[in-house]
């Protein structure tokens, strides 16, 4: 399992200067490209107030870099995606072949993610290998949160992962929170790949990492975080009602239960009075060691 120190979302001056700097513990950065009024910018989307790099000016400093380093370009719209790969190539980076460089698009629909993505894995992957050939590929899903990722399991299902199966020099990126309550025999569609985990790391995201070591996984996690928080607590929350409602019925169940055998022994102790009314005709006489009572205590044994 492959392990890299990263740099997530280094979209800043001052974070690129941090994670290049020569006592940094960073051996891999993460920069978002997209496109911002028809300029290049290192940025999540065009609505981030602070922007102060172009992804031209992050190029040349990449140039200035002696130490090897992972590099992910992660592009957030389609224009972004055709124009920066088009750059990448002119700025000749490829030369610079002590660095590895890795090209990612959410180009598939993950659980709760949005159904319109910026551009179809098929055409992604043939605009980078026919522009940056030597550039490793990288597949991501759009996830989210919808009624059925909060109410029934928020794990990856087969039609999810049937998208990436077949796509061949490519890794795949997986949410890990996700993937941690997703059955391994789903993810076995797509052993034959690279699979690189992201997000949060917990309890139950190092035991399913734990107990599936055949996977050929690269781990990109960082510690619990705001996400694994809300997903945690809304984990406990659902148990908590779950455990209510077991409770709550099994009471239920367990009165029904209980009231029908006091109808029943009611039942049967005013069927044998009345048998032994009608046998020894003392009607309604109830003296203590009366023919009647001793025929009640006959009946009773």
Not at 115 to 125: P, R
């Amino acid at each position: 399992m492959l392990r890299h120190k990263w740099h997530h979302a280094a979209n800043t001056a001052a974070k690129i200067e941090a994670t290049f700097h020569s006592d940094n513990k960073y051996d891999s950065i993460e920069v978002d490209v997209s496109d911002v009024n028809g300029i290049l910018q290192l940025a999540h989307s065009a609505n981030v107030l602070r922007i102060d790099t172009t992804l031209s000016e992050f190029l040349d400093r990449i140039k200035e870099v002696q130490s090897a380093f992972t590099i992910k370009f992660d592009f957030k719209d389609t224009e972004s995606i055709r124009s920066g790969m088009s750059m990448i190539k002119r700025s000749r980076l490829s030369e610079h072949t002590r660095h590895s460089y890795i090209l990612n698009a959410d180009t598939a629909v993950g659980p709760g993610g949005k159904k319109n993505v910026i551009m179809s894995t098929g055409e992604f992957i043939a605009l980078a290998r026919t522009q940056l050939p030597t550039f490793l590929i990288s597949i991501g899903m759009t996830t989210g949160w919808d009624i059925k990722t909060l109410f029934l399991a928020h794990s990856y299902h087969v039609h999810h992962i049937d998208r990436m199966v077949g796509l061949t020099n490519c890794t795949l990126a997986l949410n890990m929170a996700i993937l941690s309550q997703t059955n391994p025999d789903i993810i076995s569609r797509i052993s034959d790949n690279n699979i690189l985990v992201w997000g949060e790391d917990g309890v139950m995201e190092a035991a399913w990492l734990r107990n599936n070591p055949s996977f050929s996984i690269q781990r990109d996690l960082q510690g619990v975080g705001l996400w694994l928080s809300i997903t945690y607590a809304w984990f406990l929350v659902w148990m908590s009602v779950l455990a209510y409602i077991i409770m709550r019925v099994t009471v239920y169940v367990f009165d029904r239960v209980q009231y029908k055998w006091r109808v029943r022994q009611n039942y049967r102790i005013s069927r044998d009075e009345s048998v032994c009314d009608e046998s020894t005709g003392l009607g309604e006489e109830t003296v203590t060691g009366s023919p009647r009572g001793m025929c009640t205590k006959l009946l009773h044994t």
